[in-house]
T-cell receptor, first 115, second 111 residues
Framework: DTGVSQNPRHKITKRGQNVTFRCDPI?????LYWYRQTLGQGPEFLTY????????KSRLLSDRFSAERPKGSFSTLEIQRTEQGDSAMYLC???FGQGEFDEQFFGPGTRLTVL | RKEVEQDPGPFNVPEGATVAFNCTYS??????FFWYRQDCRKEPKLLMS???SGNEDGRFTAQLNRASQYISLLIRDSKLSDSATYLC????????????FGKGTTLSVSS
């Protein structure tokens, strides 16, 4: 499968615990994005990487959230001291980063439930 | 005001019907517009880009009215497989790359 992959697909945790999600983008895609989607809403942008550089962060990304893309390939999103309001689908997307229209391809998401 | 607003529906139509979705956006400087489709519990997938001149892809037609900051999607001859949530999307100028999604409009096509 050459699409964007995300692991785990589901995560249930207790409030206060830390969780980490992984995203493997389409190979050769140099841009990687994280979005969050809650029930009944469209995805909301969290952060964006160009290669290993994190170039943009949304105001939604509180201090408890950190994202990395150390070698410009896969990325991790960590949430510290989880809260019930963090329960959502976390979507990763990647794009080639060139051309007039840079289509973003989404992964299947990681569904987080905070009890 | 939300950056991208859509009527959430649901729209319940019979097979063969024509259905139209509308969307408005608040940032007049926005340059790129899209419709994404999202099936239940799946990831969003690009349906089509929206150009100023309007564009058509088979049964789907997208229109953009920059003066009114309004985007539309028309689906003709609806199929059962068209049942999904349709997300209106604007490319953010501020981030340059972030997609700004509407809440989505749910379509249910029945036989």
């Amino acid at each position: 499968d050459t699409g964007v992959s995300q692991n785990p697909r589901h995560k249930i945790t207790k409030r206060g615990q830390n969780v980490t999600f992984r995203c493997d983008p389409i190979s050769e895609h140099n841009r990687l994005y994280w979005y969050r989607q809650t029930l009944g809403q469209g995805p909301e942008f969290l952060t964006y990487f160009q290669n290993e550089a994190q170039l943009e962060k949304s105001r939604l990304l509180s201090d408890r959230f950190s994202a990395e893309r150390p070698k410009g390939s896969f990325s991790t999103l960590e949430i510290q001291r989880t809260e019930q309001g963090d329960s959502a689908m976390y979507l990763c997307a990647s794009s080639f980063g060139q051309g007039e229209f840079d289509e973003q391809f989404f992964g299947p998401g990681t569904r987080l439930t905070v009890l | 005001r939300k950056e991208v607003e859509q009527d959430p529906g649901p729209f319940n139509v019979p097979e063969g019907a024509t259905v139209a979705f509308n969307c408005t956006y608040s940032n007049s400087a926005s340059q790129s517009f899209f419709w994404y489709r999202q099936d239940c519990r799946k990831e969003p997938k690009l349906l089509m880009s929206v150009y100023s001149s309007g564009n058509e892809d088979g049964r789907f037609t997208a229109q953009l009215n920059r003066a009114s900051q309004y985007i539309s999607l028309l689906i003709r001859d609806s199929k059962l497989s068209d049942s999904a949530t349709y997300l209106c999307v604007v490319l953010s100028n501020q981030a340059g790359t972030a997609l700004i999604f509407g809440k989505g409009t749910t379509l249910s096509v029945s036989s």
